[in-house]
């Protein structure tokens, strides 16, 4: 069947609906971009189909928005029809699969799917391989994502030898002083913290810390994830001052620059909650799981695992409150 050429008029209207719906999106107008989203997807397969790359780069910032959301089932359907007119249209390596690939386990690890996203990624990582040569910025990026999800599953032969071949990797095309270098440092730190390696977990995530703060300032939301990192590495070492103050810290700039209803201040206030309950303070914990609970509520829903742990903690901290009246 012939391609399908738009009338002029329709495709500026598309070319600029398309790119305001983008912006409303970077803006977080969640509401307003999903309509003019959809309003600019059945412009498209009207004028271009199913099988065009410039309807599926439509879908494709589509699935971006309804992930952002945390609708991730319904993400991962519209990132599956982008890689087929990727796939069609380019060929089964084409790097831009790659990066849909990505996309796709990007989403089946949000979602909590951990064996799925490594699957995918594997695939994205032959890929990349093909097109960029065993060492490249993009293969160290893939490799840490692999890293990531070994170590999400327990596989800390597998997730140390990534972590490795990545930071390697990263120093070597990127550099020592580069923001993904030091991003992955701190990973790595996380992975010798759970394989006992007190030590060398704190040295890799200073050595993450200076770096990010120095390459993204000490606003930034990775610069509190790694103080959030360094916290409980104090927190497990017993020096509970030390652990209070980067928690605080790290909730105060995720709060500042991601919100205060977003999954890591969830997290940081479960820290937190955490901490207090190791001192013995336990309506603090109370009060801090409780805050934690009701955000990743709204977030992921009742039944996700973050849910799960958090509310489990919640009711073993109203049970010793019980006890204790």
């Known amino acids: 069947m012939p391609e399908r050429i738009p009338h002029s008029n329709a495709k500026h209207a598309i070319e600029k609906q398309h790119k305001l719906a983008c912006t409303l999106r970077d803006q977080r107008d969640y509401v307003k971009a999903e309509t003019l989203f959809h309003e600019v997807l059945e412009l498209a397969l009207k004028h271009y189909g199913e099988a065009d790359v410039r309807t599926a780069n439509i879908l494709n910032n589509i699935a971006l928005l309804i992930r952002d959301q945390r609708k991730y089932a319904q993400a991962e359907t519209l990132f599956r029809r982008v890689l087929v007119v990727y796939s069609n249209v380019y060929g089964a390596n084409h790097s831009l699969v790659g990066r849909c690939l990505n996309s796709i386990a990007t989403t089946l690890r949000a979602s909590g799917d951990l064996s799925g996203a490594l699957s995918v990624l594997l695939r994205s990582l032959d890929i990349s391989k093909q097109q960029h ?159 934690a609970l009701t955000i990743l509520i709204s977030i992921n829903g009742p039944t996700h695992v973050q849910t799960k742990t958090v509310q489990n903690l919640l009711n073993a901290i109203e049970a010793e409150l019980t006890k204790s009246a």
């Open 133 to 291: 040569g065993a060492s490249h910025p993009s293969v160290a990026r893939r490799l840490r994502s692999i890293a990531m999800l070994y170590h999400g599953m327990g596989d800390l032969k597998r997730a140390g030898d990534s972590y490795t071949q990545a930071l390697e990797m990263m120093t070597d095309t990127l550099g020592e002083k580069h923001y993904e270098t030091a991003v992955c440092l701190g990973e790595l730190g996380l992975y010798f913290w759970d394989v006992g390696n007190v030590g060398l977990a704190q040295q890799r995530l200073e050595q993450s810390l200076s770096i990010l703060t120095r390459t993204r300032g000490e606003q930034h939301p990775s610069t509190a994830r790694v103080l959030g990192s360094l916290a409980g590495l104090y927190q497990s070492q017993g020096k509970f001052e030390e652990a209070e103050d980067l928690y605080e810290k790290a909730l105060s700039i995720v709060s500042a620059r991601q919100g205060s209803a977003h999954p890591a201040s969830a997290s940081l206030l479960a820290n937190l909650a955490g901490l207090a309950w190791e001192r013995g303070e336990l309506q603090k914990a109370h009060v801090g799981y409780s805050k």
